[in-house]
């Protein structure tokens, strides 16, 4: 213990830096210039580097911050023109996925920059602002507002976009191809409000609001409703609406009742499931297909060392295909696959000290034919967490009634085993297997570097 005196200046800022580099190789089946009976495999040995600057109370005893991710990568084993046999496909790049400076007082709290947002609807990164306030007595309010981003967000690419557009629709413009909307890779304004109720005798709850303009014109517009209620054991409930108002209809819908005791709990669940699209997506004009799904799960905790669980579930596949398409005809002809798909899972973990396990058997039959999966991975660390070994074996067996290709025996193989250099730094390697009608042999190798430090 010691003790200084002076009249120096007492600075709290803290700064986190993460930084992850990870190599990979495997192979993946180009799509343009090959044939199932003569595939094109494209060899992918990519370099990635994620960097993270996180920065903590920059103004002594302010609750203000920074923080960012950015993904670089480069792919020495597919050039340029083999790239641009898969749609979406580059050979190198740069991704910002986040960046904002956050300030946050009592009840309210303010982001600025590019950022996730999450909900019930959807996620999605955008540039611009966000702001939230909450009083004590737990209401309060959000707005939120910037410019979409398409092409850097939570999955990393515009790919899997809601407005029916892709990175390929860039070289459809470039070619001139007619019919090529130039306002579909234009930027798109997007603004959202919600009512918030947090932490209410248990109690939380939100009503929301969202649209986005592309060309000027609304692009998406939706409504938002949900709602929480739990203390632990006992009553838990959770429901939530992502409602079109394009549409004039619900697109995705959540509700769960569970009861959670000691040694059991029970949950029973219904959901509707359905794309989250746009006014502009090519999938209004093909299909709005929502998914209606209910499960029922018992968790069974028993003293020791195991834990069990049981679910049964069922699903409907809508068919609101497009009358005047072909395939309208064949999804209502008679002996065309069911609508309807039901089945149940079963599985079990053991955990004893160092070591963990854990068994998952799925059985499914209906919509898209009968379905079995197994899946049994285990691990054990070592020396004091200093080691990791992890692996997983899995195994299916699919008869798909809609694509003959999609059936027999996949079996796959996952050994991933993690070392710790320093308290600040971590060495990965990822062997992945997998051995199937579709593809024969597929090998994936991935080696990971982490880094993490705070100044």
């Known amino acids: 213990m010691g003790t200084s005196l002076g009249?120096?200046?007492?600075?709290?800022?803290?700064?986190?830096?993460?930084?992850?580099?990870?190599?990979?190789a495997y192979q993946i089946r180009a799509w343009r210039g090959s044939t199932p009976d003569d595939p094109v495999l494209l060899p992918r040995r990519r370099i990635v580097q994620y960097l993270g600057l996180n920065a903590f109370e920059l103004a002594t005893g302010q609750d203000l911050g920074f923080e960012s991710n950015m993904r670089i990568w480069a792919d020495f084993g597919l050039p340029k023109g083999d790239a641009a046999r898969v749609d979406g496909l580059k050979s190198e790049d740069a991704e910002l996925l986040h960046a904002f400076v956050r300030y946050a007082n009592g009840g309210f709290e303010g982001r600025l920059g590019r950022q996730l947002?999450?909900?019930?609807?959807?996620?999605?990164?955008?540039?611009?602002?966000?702001?939230?306030?909450?009083?004590?007595?737990?209401?309060?309010?959000?707005?939120?507002?910037?410019?979409?981003?398409?092409?850097?967000?939570?999955?990393?690419?515009?790919?899997?976009?809601?407005?029916?557009?892709?990175?390929?629709?860039?070289?459809?413009?470039?070619?001139?191809?007619?019919?090529?909307?130039?306002?579909?890779?234009?930027m798109e304004p997007l603004v959202g409000a919600k009512l918030l109720l947090e932490n209410v005798k248990g109690f939380n709850a939100s009503a929301g609001y969202r649209k986005a303009l592309s060309d000027g014109k609304t692009d998406i517009e939706r409504a938002t409703v949900e709602a929480r209620y739990g203390q632990?054991?006992?009553?838990?409930?959770?429901?939530?609406?992502?409602?079109?108002?394009?549409?004039?209809?619900?697109?995705?819908?959540?509700?769960?009742?569970?009861?959670?005791?000691?040694?059991?709990?029970?949950?029973?669940?219904?959901?509707?499931?359905?794309?989250?699209?746009?006014?502009?997506?090519?999938?209004?004009?093909?299909?709005?297909?929502?998914?209606?799904?209910?499960?029922?799960?018992?968790?069974?905790?028993?003293?020791?060392?195991?834990?069990?669980?049981?679910?049964?579930?069922?699903?409907?596949?809508?068919?609101?295909?497009?009358?005047?398409?072909?395939?309208?005809?064949?999804?209502?002809?008679?002996?065309?696959?069911?609508?309807?798909?039901?089945?149940?899972?079963?599985?079990?973990?053991?955990?004893?000290?160092?070591?963990?396990?854990?068994?998952?058997?799925?059985?499914?039959?209906?919509?898209?034919?009968?379905?079995?999966?197994?899946?049994?991975?285990?691990?054990?660390?070592?020396?004091?967490?200093?080691?990791?070994?992890?692996?997983?074996?899995?195994?299916?067996r699919v008869s798909d009634s809609f694509n003959p290709r999609l059936t027999g025996n996949f079996y796959g193989a996952q050994v991933w085993a993690s070392r710790a250099l320093t308290r600040a730094a971590r060495l990965s390697l990822v062997v992945e297997q997998n051995i199937n009608p579709f593809t024969d042999s597929d090998t994936k190798g991935f080696l990971l570097f982490d880094l993490k430090a705070s100044l």
């Open 232 to 396: 632990g054991l006992g009553l838990n409930v959770l429901a939530g609406l992502d409602y079109d108002l394009l549409l004039g209809k619900p697109a995705q819908a959540r509700a769960q009742v569970r009861w959670d005791a000691t040694r059991v709990a029970v949950s029973v669940e219904a959901m509707r499931l359905s794309p989250v699209l746009s006014a502009d997506s090519i999938w209004y004009y093909f299909a709005w297909a929502p998914r209606d799904e209910a499960r029922l799960r018992v968790d069974v905790f028993p003293v020791g060392l195991m834990r069990f669980y049981v679910q049964g579930q069922g699903s409907k596949y809508n068919e609101d295909v497009n009358p005047d398409m072909g395939i309208a005809a064949q999804v209502d002809a008679e002996g065309a696959p069911k609508s309807t798909n039901v089945g149940g899972s079963a599985g079990g973990a053991y955990r004893a000290g160092a070591f963990r396990s854990s068994l998952d058997v799925t059985y499914q039959t209906g919509y898209g034919g009968d379905q079995l999966w197994a899946d049994l991975s285990g691990g054990y660390t070592f020396d004091r967490a200093l080691l990791t070994l992890d692996a997983r074996v899995s195994f299916a």
């Open 117 to 186: 947002y999450t909900d019930v609807g959807d996620t999605l990164a955008f540039d611009g602002a966000r702001v939230r306030y909450v009083s004590r007595l737990g209401l309060g309010a959000e707005l939120y507002g910037g410019l979409w981003v398409k092409g850097a967000g939570f999955l990393g690419s515009s790919v899997y976009q809601p407005d029916g557009t892709r990175e390929s629709d860039s070289r459809r413009l470039d070619a001139g191809v007619v019919g090529a909307d130039p306002s579909l890779d234009a």
């Open 7 to 24: 009249g120096a200046a007492s600075h709290a800022s803290a700064f986190q830096i993460e930084a992850r580099t990870e190599a990979q």
